[in-house]
C-alpha cells in the first residue's frame, strides 16, 4: 500500500538549515506530481513546493522561494526538501503530499508530518 513517511525535522536557529526527507513506497514517486505543504501553529495549511512528474519541473511559493529547494531521488523512491535561511516564520508541521500524473488532481496520500521550529 502507499506509504509516505517524513523525517528531519526538528529545532534550528534563524538562518540555519534543514533536509527533510520523505520516503516513498507503493508506488513510484517519479511517475507523479508530489508536494511539500506545511500548517503553522494555528494556521491552515499552506503549499510550499511541488515537483512534477516525468522532467522534474519544480515550483515554489513566493514566500520560500530561493531558500527552499525540492528534489527527488529516483533510486531511493525519496522526496527531499532543502531549506536554507531559515526564518521563524518557517516554523511549521510539514507534510510530503502524493498529487495525480498530471498535476490536476487533489493529493491522496500525505504523510504524517515533521516538525520544524526555527527559534533562537
Known amino acids: 500500500q502507499v506509504q509516505l513517511v517524513e523525517s528531519g525535522g526538528g529545532l534550528v536557529q534563524p538562518g540555519g538549515s534543514l533536509r527533510l526527507s520523505c520516503a516513498a513506497s507503493?508506488?513510484?514517486?517519479?511517475?507523479?506530481?508530489m508536494s511539500w505543504v506545511r500548517q503553522a501553529p494555528g494556521k491552515g495549511l499552506e503549499w510550499v513546493s511541488d515537483?512534477?512528474?516525468?522532467?522534474?519541473?519544480?515550483s515554489y511559493a513566493d514566500s520560500v522561494k530561493g531558500r527552499f529547494t525540492i528534489s527527488r531521488d529516483n533510486a531511493k523512491n525519496t522526496l527531499y526538501l532543502q531549506m536554507n535561511s531559515l526564518k521563524p516564520d518557517d516554523t511549521a508541521v510539514y507534510y510530503c503530499?502524493?498529487?495525480?500524473?498530471?498535476?490536476?488532481?487533489?493529493?491522496?496520500?500525505w504523510g504524517q508530518g515533521t516538525q520544524v521550529t526555527v527559534s533562537s
Open positions: 503530499a502524493k498529487g495525480g500524473v498530471t498535476g490536476w488532481e487533489p493529493y491522496d496520500y
Open positions: 507503493g508506488f513510484t514517486l517519479s511517475s507523479y506530481w
Open positions: 515537483i512534477n512528474s516525468g522532467g522534474g519541473g519544480t
